[in-house]
């Protein structure tokens, strides 16, 4: 492999490793969140914050990681 080669494949593969870290933390946060129950707030108080739908949260959560899982896979093909 030429030297100037396996940089190009090693800044890749780090960079795909370290996208799909912050992926599943930004996933993890989402769900974790979901999930959190504030017992010590009145329901006054829960009615006045405004709440992403579930769903919405998660849509905005996947499409950008099928957006940077295209542009991972065109650049993986222009490097080679």
Do not use: Q
């Not at 090693?10 to 996933?27: D, G, H, Y």
């Amino acid at each position: 492999m030429i030297p100037s080669l396996f940089l190009r494949e090693a800044i890749f593969w780090i960079a795909a490793v370290l996208c799909v870290i912050a992926e599943i933390a930004i996933l993890r946060s989402m769900l974790r969140g979901s999930r959190i129950a504030t017992p010590d707030r009145s329901p006054a108080v829960d009615a006045e914050v405004p709440r992403a739908r579930p769903l919405s949260e998660l849509i905005w959560a996947v499409l950008p990681a099928i957006g940077l899982a295209v542009i991972l896979v065109l650049t993986r093909g222009a490097i080679r």
